[in-house]
């Protein structure tokens, strides 16, 4: 298992060919075994294959080309909608109108992502996180007729690898455990955990490319900036709003 994990990738590229339903259920029922508040299994899959339907959400996942090349797209949400109901039809009160509510069920939700993409994995499928699920959650939830209580937290697509990619660096794990308690960073720190990303000669292209100085900035300036970041922040506080979550 160690050595599976350690060497996943990512897959943007999938074969033309279907992944059975019943495969596909197969994995959803492992992940369902993953851990949850309380056992209330606060979340729910929509599975998307139809063509049509695709092509209607596609834009909210600003038609990334692993969207609308994967066969199967999964789209996992936050979800009291349902335990709300079993408690109101069972003479008891439900109280999670409130924030704290939305990320337990949005903490449920990723850990059943997650379990069903490694499930995925050792099937021989491949699968992609699309963070663009935040970015444009009250038009996905418009798509897929999302009632109250219910938010899009993330989406994966899903299909049969068509790419072998190399494994993506990752910051080494004495950069970023801590044991007993926090140890704050220093600059020494930093250039020690950071430092090899600045070498790489595909960062450096990327920097070129984006006519910055350094990695950093690429991501401050151009792929997660700070207006961005405030305008779909404000986007997804008014759909935790609608949906009830918050006052």
């Known amino acids: ?34 851990s949850t508040t309380g056992n209330m299994q606060l979340y729910s899959v929509v599975v998307t294959k139809d063509e049509a339907k695709k092509a209607e959400l596609a834009p909210t996942h600003f038609n990334q080309p692993t969207f609308k090349n994967a066969p199967v797209v999964l789209t996992f949400c936050a979800d009291y909608n349902r335990f709300n109901k079993w408690c109101e039809e069972n003479e008891a009160v439900p109280g999670y109108d409130n924030f704290l509510s939305f990320l337990t069920a949005a903490i449920d939700t990723l850990l059943v992502a997650q379990t069903f993409c490694i499930a995925a994995e050792s099937e021989g499928l491949g699968i992609c996180y699309l963070g663009t699920t935040t970015y444009n ?111």
């Open 1 to 34: 298992m160690l050595k599976f994990l350690n060497n996943r990738r990512t897959i943007r590229k999938y074969k033309e060919q279907d992944v059975d339903n019943g495969l596909i259920e197969k994995l959803l029922e492992a992940a369902g075994r993953a």
């Open 137 to 247: 959650a009250d038009k996905i939830s418009d798509i897929l007729n999302l009632p109250d209580y219910v938010v899009p937290v993330t989406t994966i697509t899903l299909g049969y690898p068509d790419e072998a990619p190399e494994l993506t660096d990752r910051i080494k794990v004495g950069g970023w455990v801590h044991y007993e308690e926090y140890k704050d960073y220093d600059s020494a720190d930093i250039k020690r955990v950071f430092g090899y990303k600045d070498e790489m000669e595909e960062n450096k292209k990327f920097i070129a490319e984006n006519g910055k100085k350094t990695l950093a900035q690429v991501f401050t300036d151009v792929r997660y900036k700070k207006a961005d970041n405030e305008f779909f922040s404000e986007a997804f506080i008014n759909l935790l709003k609608k949906k009830g979550f918050l006052k």
